[in-house]
Structures are given as structure tokens and as C-alpha cells.
């Protein structure tokens, strides 16, 4: 594939296309959960020639995968913890997505370290450092990222103005990567339903099949048209994250495998509010703080508290934002203020349940359990080793299948839109004037859909309207809210605006002000007839109240409260209404 074509998309005939095709037939495997670690896991058993499904509650990527730091890192505080077998790997995996397997969307980000004591500091972070970059170069590939260096003071002020300059003595800059998370889940599903993976959103499991101890499948509700089905499979894979014990349950008795759940929250501000040409990395005294450039914002993140409350729907406190906000401006010379917050997101991370009380010290390592047959079980890790977790995860589906199983080629399998992304890249100009689009346009959908962009230059070519970007959040074209509908799996207004696009956390009015353009945008492609925009338009604008006023609350316990008030455009089921 070295265009658009070919790839799969996820559009709603292909949903139900997917739904069909997992009914008719028995698979090899049936993946839950439609994460990052899911959705690799659906790409690595598909490019091994197994026969794979799978299925997500929500939409993709709309628990932990979509609410991270958005960074692809090695972890430079796991080198204090002595981990270094995890750095090393996670930095292997960095330069795979960076040189290989993505490209188009993961890319180079620069940070600052700010030194705060004289004599000691600068030697003991910079060999942390030098390791970091040292171990980023056992890969067999080039590191990717250029190399660190050390900073004076007044050098460090010159790429950072907005830094203090009492609040450090000096400074030392390294580089990591970024990605859009979402967009990236939504990507690997694509390519995975390229290479023949069923792959359905909205399909809740409710229950397990079972022939005598043996999982032989799972019992599925659409949430979307009703009603229920059974999908067989030789082997069910749980890759729900922070729900994998929820899942547990529905099979029966105490699992191998238990996940405690910590809440990360991110600020969103203006570039503008933050005059540097790097990103910063702050020591605080449970973890680090990033400011990490996006776009034309900064995202500042993150916390790391135990949560025990709603795992669909983490809220953030006014304790939380203060806390952030306070952390910041210890070291900035004009200090943010929540009039400066454009967008604030909680998520979890699903850490494996150990001794220490403290989430930030629980493992980020992963665990692959076999609990019973025809039962795989994943858990823990993080998202940029989530390519090594789908690996492992299938070996041991393959481990309970009675067939010989090829080893894992994900590490040479470009994602749709990578390959030719580079050529489109150098030739952006050209394409800025074939298309009439400014070649800025050109760059945004190049590092969105890369070599894809074909399909949504298409859409414009043949109603150049859709070339016009949205009123109220310009920096998307209305091309990419129809394209998310028809491609890219997006099913429900809230879809576009928190993860196909990021305007729920890159404006002010959270996606408020193009609600109605977008869900418009969206009525044809989706079938929704008016009733079912105004519908659209009203569960969002109930979620971001109740967001905005849970982030004005004291505690986590009343801020979850507020938060649950909104409903949701489509339920899952509870507990209380699964059949035994």
C-alpha cells in the first residue's frame, strides 16, 4: 500500500459487515476490547493468518488509550527505579513506530530538564540521560531522536523564556516522541481490518461461553440496534485495561490477575501562554511534570492518585487542577491561572495490583495469565510497549491452539497511511497546489491520515465545501468529521469531537460552539435524521456541563458524582442487567 487505497474502513456497513461475519463462523480468536493493547493484539493475530474479532463497548480508544500523556517514551524515571530492561525496551519499541511502523503520526519532541541544585545534580541526571540515549541505540535501528545536551542557565532561557530564571541553575535537553493516542488506536484497528480482523464498536460482552471449564466464546449485545449473539472462538483474549477485572467476573471466581486504577489528569492551555521552543520536564515530589508542545497548545500533565469510583468516566477535581497549576508555575515567570485552562482530561492507567500502597510505585510492566482454557488474559504495561504486550498476548493464544502459529511480524508492518508518507511529505507543496488547499492544510492531514490523505482530498474534490474548515475550530477541515464517519468508525457527534479530532480540549468552548455544524456534517453518512442531530447535540452539551462543573469540585467523590449526571448518548449495560 504505498496510497489510501486498499485500506479498510471502518464505516457502519463495515460494523455490521464485522458483526455478521463474527456470528457465522467460529474464529480463532476473539479479542475484548478495543484499546491500544487490543487493537494490536488484533493486528499482530491477523498478520499471523489467524481468524481474529473483536470487540469494543464504547469507541475505540475511549478509555485510557485516548486520555495519556500522548508521549511514546522509554520512562526516564523508570531509570531511578533500577527498571532498565523496561526503558530499554520501551525506547526499542520508539524507534519502531518513529522509523517503521508509524511515521505519519509519531514524532520528535524536545525537553528541557531543569537543574535545580549546583555540583551534584548535573553529572547524576546527565549519565541518566546519556543511559537513556545509550539504551535508545540497542535497537539495531537508528535512535531516531537526536541526542541530548547540556544547557547553562542563560542558553536554557534563550529556548525556554518563559522559565524563571530563580527557579533553576542550569538545564539539560533530551528528546522523546509524541502521538495523537486515539487517532492511532483508530489506525491500528484499520490496518488490522485491512489484513482481515472483524472489528465491531458499540458490542458489549455480557457473558462467556462456556463447555464444561473451556471458554468457548463470548455473549455480545450491539448497544447500538439491540439485541444479542454468541461469538465462538478457539481463544477469548481480555484486553479491557482498567475494566479487566469487571471482565473477570463474568467468567467466575478470583482471577490471576488484578489492576488497581490511577488517575492521571492533563491541562490543556494556548501555546501562547508558555513562550518556549521546547518541552519541559519538571521532578515533583511523588513523580515528573510534563509541558509538552501541542500543536497550538501545551498539554500539562500529569497526576497520579488512586481511583475507585466510575472507571468510564474519571472526573477531575478543582484539588487535581490546583495541583497542576501550582506545580507549573513554581517555575514560570508568568504564572497560568484556570482562565488559561482551554480543556482538562482524567484517565487511568491500569497498573497490576502489588504491595506498595502508592500507585506511582505499583509495576508498569506487563502479565499474561491462561486462568483457564480457552482464556488469555492481559494486563498492566504501557502504551508505547503496547506492540510487545499484543506479541506476547498471542503466543499465547497460539500456545492454546492446536496448530502451528507463525511468530509475530508486527515490527515490519507499516500502519495505513505510513508507507509513501515521507514521498507525500516532500511533495506537500505540489499537493497544496493541486488541491487548492494552503499547504499548512496539507501538513495537518499529512500528520493525520499520512499516505490516506488521498481519500480525504477526494471528499473535497467532489464537494469543495468540505475544504472550508469549521466554524469555531479552524483547525479542521469539515472534510476530516465526514471522512471519521465514513472511515474512521466515529458513530455518535462525541466520537468526532473528543477523539477523531481533539476540539472537546483544544478550544475554550470544548466543542460547544461546532456541535451542531459537526453532528450536521456527520446526519448523512450515519442516517440520522433531524431528531437524531438535535439528540446528538444535547448529550454532548449535557457531558461538557457536567465536565465544567466537576472540575469546580473539592473531592474526587463529588466530582464523580457531577460527572456521572450526564447520560450517555449510548449506554452500556450494568451488572444489574446481564442475564447469570
Known amino acids: 500500500m504505498t496510497s489510501g487505497r486498499g485500506a479498510a474502513r471502518l464505516g457502519p456497513a463495515q460494523r455490521a459487515e464485522a458483526l455478521e461475519r463474527m456470528v457465522a463462523k467460529e474464529l480463532d480468536v476473539v479479542v475484548v476490547g478495543g484499546g491500544v493493547v487490543g487493537a494490536g493484539i488484533a493486528l499482530d493475530a491477523a498478520t499471523r493468518g489467524l481468524d481474529v474479532g473483536l470487540v469494543e463497548a464504547r469507541d475505540f480508544a475511549s478509555g485510557t488509550s485516548s486520555r495519556s ?147 468457548t466464546g463470548v455473549r455480545v449485545r450491539d448497544l447500538e440496534a439491540g439485541g444479542e449473539f454468541e461469538v465462538r472462538a478457539r481463544q477469548v483474549v481480555n484486553a479491557t485495561g482498567v475494566w479487566t477485572d469487571d471482565i473477570q467476573e463474568l467468567v467466575g471466581g478470583r482471577g490471576q490477575i488484578h489492576v488497581r486504577a490511577s488517575k492521571g489528569i492533563h491541562l490543556v492551555v494556548p501555546r501562547d501562554r508558555i513562550h518556549s521552543l521546547t518541552g519541559i520536564i519538571l521532578r515533583t515530589e511523588k513523580s515528573v511534570l510534563f509541558l509538552i508542545p501541542w500543536g497550538r497548545h501545551w498539554i500539562i500533565g500529569t497526576t497520579d492518585t488512586d481511583w475507585k469510583l466510575d472507571k468510564g468516566h474519571p472526573a477531575a477535581s478543582r484539588a487535581d487542577i490546583d495541583y497542576l497549576l501550582d506545580h507549573v508555575n513554581a517555575v514560570l515567570s508568568v504564572p497560568l491561572t484556570r482562565d488559561d485552562v482551554e480543556g482538562v482530561y482524567a484517565g487511568l492507567r491500569p497498573l497490576l495490583s502489588g504491595e506498595s500502597d502508592q500507585t506511582s510505585k505499583l509495576s508498569r510492566e506487563h502479565v499474561v495469565a491462561h486462568p483457564v482454557p480457552g482464556l488469555v488474559m492481559i494486563a498492566g504495561g504501557k502504551y508505547t510497549t503496547y506492540r510487545v504486550m499484543a506479541k506476547d498476548a498471542v503466543d499465547a493464544v497460539a500456545h492454546g491452539l492446536d496448530q502451528r502459529v507463525p511468530h509475530s511480524c508486527t515490527d515490519s508492518v507499516p500502519l495505513v497511511g505510513a508507507e509513501g508518507y515521507q514521498a507525500l511529505w516532500n511533495s506537500r ?31 473535497i474534490e467532489r464537494d469543495p465545501a468540505l475544504g472550508r474548515p469549521l466554524s469555531g475550530a479552524d483547525d479542521y477541515l469539515r472534510a476530516e468529521i465526514v471522512y471519521a464517519a465514513t472511515h474512521e468508525g466515529a458513530r455518535h457527534l462525541n466520537d468526532v469531537l473528543t477523539r477523531r479530532t481533539r476540539i472537546s480540549i483544544e478550544t475554550f468552548h470544548r466543542g460547544l460552539a461546532v456541535a451542531q455544524e459537526v453532528a450536521e456534517l456527520m446526519a448523512e453518512p450515519l442516517g440520522w435524521d433531524g431528531e437524531q442531530v438535535k439528540r446528538e447535540v444535547e448529550y454532548y452539551a449535557k457531558r461538557v456541563e457536567a465536565e465544567r462543573r466537576s472540575q469546580e469540585q473539592d473531592s474526587d467523590q463529588e466530582a464523580d458524582a457531577i460527572r456521572l449526571g450526564a447520560p450517555e448518548i449510548v449506554p452500556v449495560v450494568g451488572p444489574e442487567e446481564q442475564p447469570e
Open 429 to 459: 507543496h505540489r499537493l497544496a497546489q493541486s488541491s487548492g488547499l494552503h499547504v499548512a492544510r496539507i501538513e495537518h492531514l499529512l500528520q493525520r491520515h499520512g499516505s490516506l490523505i488521498d481519500e480525504v482530498l477526494e471528499l
Open 69 to 215: 500523556s500522548k508521549l511514546i517514551h522509554g520512562g526516564l524515571r523508570y531509570l531511578e527505579q533500577l527498571n532498565f530492561e523496561l526503558v530499554r525496551e520501551a525506547l526499542q519499541e520508539r524507534a519502531l513506530l518513529l522509523k517503521r511502523i508509524a511515521p505519519h503520526l509519531v514524532r520528535p519532541v524536545p525537553f528541557l530538564f531543569p537543574l535545580t541544585h549546583y555540583a551534584w545534580e548535573r553529572p547524576y541526571v546527565g549519565a541518566g540521560v546519556a543511559l537513556y540515549d545509550t539504551l535508545g541505540f540497542a535497537t539495531g535501528l537508528s535512535r531516531g531522536v537526536p541526542g541530548h545536551r547540556h544547557m547553562s542557565r542563560s542558553r536554557a532561557l534563550r529556548l525556554a523564556p518563559a522559565l524563571k530564571k530563580s527557579a533553576f541553575t542550569g538545564a539539560v535537553q533530551y528528546w522523546d516522541a509524541q502521538v495523537d493516542d486515539a487517532r492511532y488506536v483508530m489506525m491500528l484497528l484499520r490496518t488490522a481490518a485491512t489484513y482481515g480482523a472483524h472489528v465491531a464498536p458499540r458490542a458489549q460482552v455480557v457473558g462467556f461461553l462456556r463447555e464444561g471449564e473451556r471458554v
